[in-house]
């Protein structure tokens, strides 16, 4: 790497000069600051090492000077012990690290080494913002149906403002995709933006979880914590499941929203965020305040601009698309593409589990078969009889006693759940206690 070294003090520059190309760096001396700016206009140096005190223009001034032509250059000084407050102000202002006098070679050597494995982080960090917002890119999505059309449409102009939103749509329509495309298109793209799957976390967890707290405020809290609000601060927070709150968390999410600050758990000093907020559900929150079981004041403050996504069956067309990239996905040098017979079967049937539930027997597919051609053979049993079984209702016009669809939504939620009954509820809308009573009654509790 090429370095650039500016001191007025010829020795020390001879000894550092000696020092720095012992471990393999490319060294160009200037003894002034105008002399050093003067080399940087002449050729770029990834790496500048300069003294704070010169004759004509400081380290400082030279500091702003090259980040003028180079914000990528690692900037380090050095400083006399009674000058350390001045190099503290030029990290401040854009110095990567500085050096007191004295100081050995070893210290020299790491602080660069640890220099330039942070701006590698950064720079790679940078890169990976790029790529997902590229990925996230609303033009990369698949959208073939009008439904889908309006969403999209909806959610990029959403993505300029600085509204909270509020996604609604069945478990696995993508409420995630759109919350991450507001985000990496917004204002915010290269803040955090930090996801909270709410019903994943124990109730007794999730105000800690959510807002953070300090050590000894309760059994278990063995140190301080952030919360992930505080995480988030400049960015995006997204409430996966919302409509799973309990009522002493809405209060608190209701203050966050109004007043722009929180408490951590045992603090009482208030903490300000600048926090933008999405959330999604797949449950009814209106009526849910209708039975007062959701804050009617925190559904109006999260909902100023709602997003309904259609849940699968309602986008048909949209599959063949959807089938395509997650192929690609998953087998991306190898070319597997799906007959018509089977795309048929696929179309017809009705998804309760959505596209989370289209991309599992996709992938099923691929992983047993083995073969670059998927028919109707390689559908999974269950989805084979559940389609035809639906195709022939919906020609014959034959309807199903409504005790057997019960058990039939019952059993298909249980299987999408992996039979955990708390899941399975959430499919179906209802209490657990109301599952469990409807499993005794159908005889489906092993």
């Not at 709150?245 to 009482?268: D, S, T, W, Y």
């Not at 599959?319 to 087998?331: G, H, N, R, W």
């Not at 998927?374 to 195709?391: G, H, I, K, N, V």
């Amino acid at each position: 790497m090429k370095a650039l070294l500016v001191d007025d003090d010829i020795n020390l520059t001879k000894v550092l000069s000696y020092q720095l190309k012992q471990s393999g760096y490319s060294v160009s001396v200037a003894h002034s600051g105008k002399e050093g700016l003067k080399l940087f206009k002449e050729q770029i140096f990834p790496l500048v090492i300069s003294d704070i005190q010169m004759p004509d223009i400081n380290g400082i001034q030279l500091l702003e000077e090259i980040r003028k032509i180079d914000r990528d250059a690692i900037f380090i000084l050095i400083t006399a012990f009674g000058s350390i407050d001045q190099a503290v102000r030029a990290c401040e202002l854009g110095a990567d690290d500085y050096l007191t006098k004295p100081f050995s070679r070893e210290q020299l050597i790491f602080t660069i080494e640890k220099a330039v494995k942070i701006h590698r982080l950064e720079n790679e960090n940078l890169l990976l913002k790029q790529e997902l917002g590229q990925h996230f890119n609303f033009d990369n999505l698949i959208v073939q149906s009008p439904a889908m059309e309006k969403v999209v449409q909806v959610a990029s102009r959403l993505a300029q403002s600085d509204s909270n939103v509020l996604i609604l749509g069945e478990s696995g329509t993508g409420k995630n995709l759109i919350a991450k495309a507001i985000h990496y298109n917004s204002r915010r793209k290269d803040k955090p933006l930090i996801t909270v799957n709410c019903p994943s976390i124990p109730d007794q967890l999730l105000e800690s979880e959510l807002f953070g707290h300090v050590k000894g405020s309760y059994t278990g809290a063995i140190s301080d914590r952030r919360g992930k609000f505080e995480l988030a601060d400049g960015g995006t927070i997204f409430l996966d499941e919302i409509g799973d709150l309990k009522p002493e968390l809405q209060a608190k999410l209701l203050r966050v929203i109004q007043e722009k600050e929180f408490e951590r758990i045992g603090e009482n000093k208030p903490i300000k965020v600048d926090v933008r907020i999405i959330s999604a559900t797949n449950r009814d929150l209106k009526k849910l305040v209708e039975e007062n079981r959701f804050r009617e004041d925190l559904y109006y403050r999260l909902s100023v601009v709602p997003i309904v996504i259609p849940p699968l069956r309602e986008r048909t067309e949209e599959i063949p698309a959807l089938i395509d990239m997650m192929l690609k996905k998953l087998a991306p040098d190898r070319k597997i593409r799906i007959t018509p017979r089977a795309l048929s079967r696929l179309q017809t049937y009705h998804w309760p589990g959505n596209v989370r539930e289209l991309e599992n027997i996709i992938e099923q597919m691929v992983v047993l078969s083995g073969k670059d051609v998927l028919d109707e053979e390689d559908l999974p049993e269950s989805l084979r009889q559940s389609a035809s079984a639906d195709a022939e209702r919906w020609d014959s016009g034959e309807i199903l006693p409504l005790r057997q669809l019960e058990k039939q939504a019952i059993e298909r939620a249980l299987q999408m759940a992996d039979g955990n009954q708390s899941q399975a509820a959430r499919l179906l809308e209802i209490p657990r206690h109301v599952l469990i009573y409807k499993m005794k009654k159908f005889d489906l509790l092993k």
